[in-house]
């Protein structure tokens, strides 16, 4: 079955790191993506990572993937205020039509 | 300029009455999708369609109907609205696979049935 869950809720301080974990249940995961949804907006692609991989850096983003616990984390470096959003992990699957599955997002609140 | 758009952004209509909410893609993607996000349930599919007259269904597609006689074109009608439909509708669309390119959103419709 398809099954992604995130925690909803996260709060750190202006440039601490954030981890956002999320955990899936479907082995056959192709990639997996991060979204960033800002307040009133659309999903926002922030990286996305192929399930081969298990570590992808891009600027002050890290994914890392353990593919043995199906678990994807997105670190954030230097939190910034800006950071603050709702961030979806989300799966594809191979011969899934393209579709993706999504967790509940987790809402990442930063602190001055 | 190029890009996914949805219209109306917002809407308020009554139970009963047919609503429908526009997806504009200027990509030519072959893939499009409808999603709604409600609090604590993420963003459930309602429909997808991989190519010109081709759609199926996704994991909440009661009451509502699509079409694509065009590439561009995904509309969403919810053909007698219920209290229920209220929420964020979010189109997205994508090339075909194996491009290595992920789903791109439109900035949504929050729609209020009353």
């Known amino acids: 079955g398809e099954d992604v869950e995130q925690s909803l809720f996260l709060s750190v301080r202006e440039g601490d790191s954030s981890v956002i974990n999320c955990t899936y249940t479907d082995s056959s995961s192709t990639y997996l993506y991060w979204y960033k949804q800002e307040p009133g907006a659309g999903l926002q692609l922030l990286t996305y990572?192929?399930?081969?991989?298990d570590m992808k850096q891009d600027q002050r983003l890290t994914v890392l993937l353990n593919k043995k616990d199906k678990h994807l984390s997105l670190r954030i470096a230097d939190t910034q205020t800006g950071d603050s959003a709702i961030y979806f992990c989300a799966e594809s699957m191979a011969g899934g039509g393209n579709k993706l599955t999504f967790g509940t997002g987790t809402q990442l609140k930063v602190e001055l | 300029d190029a890009g996914i758009t949805q219209s109306p952004r917002y809407k308020i209509t009554e139970t009963g009455r047919q609503v429908t909410l526009m997806c504009h893609q200027t990509?030519?993607?072959?893939?499009m999708f409808w999603y709604r996000q409600d609090l604590g349930h993420g963003l459930r599919l309602i429909y997808y369609s991989a190519a010109a007259d081709i759609t199926d269904k996704g994991e909440v597609p009661d009451g509502y109907v699509v079409s694509r006689s065009k590439t561009e074109n995904f509309p969403l009608t919810l053909e007698s609205a219920t209290r229920s439909q209220t929420s964020v509708y979010f189109c997205?669309?994508?090339?075909?696979?194996?491009?290595?390119?992920?789903?791109?959103f439109g900035d949504g419709t929050r729609l209020s049935i009353l």
């Open positions: 990509w030519s993607h072959s893939y």
């Open positions: 990572i192929f399930s081969n991989m």
């Open positions: 997205a669309s994508s090339p075909p696979r194996g491009q290595d390119q992920p789903q791109h």
